[in-house]
């Protein structure tokens, strides 16, 4: 099991960059494959980047490739979302997840963080 927790969140003007950090705690923090997901009222929850549990294998979504960078760092047991070149459409909470490599379930989740963007 893993335990998630997110910083990073805030308030930044259109164009500007954020980085959101997201601490796990878990002896297995490597075997996981972690993804940030981000969700705004009334829109369904969006999975907006994910990472292989080596690092070596990312995805994203198109409305954020390009802009977005998700890392990680096993040795320390975070995952870090670089956010640049922010846009309004950008706001939203944004949660840290983890899932089994072998499930397609995320079965882990952080409380959340608030990002806006203001235009």
């Known amino acids: 099991q893993v335990q998630l927790v997110e910083s990073g969140g805030g308030l930044v003007q259109a164009g500007g960059s954020l980085r959101l950090s997201c601490a796990a705690s878990?002896?297995?923090?490597?075997?996981?494959?972690m993804g940030w997901f981000r969700q705004t009222p009334g829109k369904e929850r969006e999975r907006v980047a994910e990472?292989?549990?080596?690092?070596?294998?990312?995805d994203y979504a198109d409305s954020v490739k390009g802009r977005f960078t998700i890392s990680r760092d096993n040795a320390k047991n975070t995952v870090a979302l670089q956010m640049n070149s922010l846009k309004p459409e950008d706001t939203a909470v944004y949660y840290c997840?983890?899932?089994?490599?072998?499930?397609?379930?995320?079965?882990?989740w952080g409380q959340g963080t608030q990002v806006t963007v203001s235009s």
């Open positions: 997840t983890a899932r089994e490599s072998y499930s397609a379930i995320y079965a882990y």
């Open positions: 878990g002896r297995t923090f490597s075997s996981y494959v």
């Open positions: 990472i292989s549990w080596s690092g070596t294998s990312t």
